[in-house]
């Protein structure tokens, strides 16, 4: 570290980035080294405190793979861009800032001990350098995302039923693997009782978020013209889910925290795109 801010060439910002014996390539979805990639996005993104593009599965035959991930993903993105505090930072993928002419983290930055580091090390960062009020010291990108073994995530994945009715085989892949942030428990915790919403409301929330059409319907919004598919699902059920909000009398935890709604409203969106895409791509 001392070489590097010696060295006289004028490095803007200097990161640690972490990673793990799982991860296969360091090239990002559009191919490009992943350290080239995420110097620009931090530029762009003004130098967040945490940054990350998470991970993605090396590319398979089978269409679930890539339903399940693209799933976990997605919401992933919907969470981020309203409040970058309720997604996980994964281990084999997050860059952390060094603070100018550190040579290390503050003291009491840490990974903790035990699962769930990711989490430790973004409250211990939170801690050390302020909550984040503006949204802004933290980023996820998953254009910057590497390939990951991930073993245990695609036995999970594909171990859901090959067949049967869509909509079935849909919540299975969306509930395959624990650590994705479209299974409707793990979506509760990082964002309902992140904001301390009371147990009552955030089931019906939660159902409401997590509702998914029939067959029937699914067929219907897989024959749109793409035009009309996105006019629906932007505006049209945007709609229709604040009403159903307001009917059940589940509005309180949103006027009072507005990111909230921003948040139910993208992973509902980002859910639904994806049945609908789902519903493109399995066997019948």
Known sequence: MKALYADGKGYERVYFHTGDADVISLRTPEAKPLFDAAADRLREENWPDLFSGGYRLPA???PRMDIATAMDRDVRVAM???????VYFPEPNTFIKLL???THL???VTFGTGAQEGDALAKSLGMA??????NKVRVFAPDCSVVTDGERLVK???DTPGTGAVRDRVIA?????TQSHARREEWRKRVLDFYEVEPAAALGLSDLVFAVPDDT???ELAGMEPASFEQYVSKDRRAELLTSIKDQNLGAPLRAQPLLGAIINGTHQALLRNYVEAYRRLPR
Do not use: C, F, M
């Not at 981020?80 to 309720?86: F, L, M, N, Q």
């Not at 350098?129 to 503006?134: C, N, P, S, V, Y």
């Open 60 to 62: 398979g035959g089978d």
């Open 80 to 86: 981020a861009k309203a409040d970058p505090r309720t």
């Open 100 to 102: 100018d002419g550190l």
């Open 106 to 108: 503050e003291d009491g």
């Open 129 to 134: 350098r302020g909550e984040d009020k503006d």
């Open 156 to 158: 999970a994945i594909l």
């Open 173 to 177: 892949l969306r509930q395959s693997y």
């Open 217 to 219: 319907r699914l067929a």
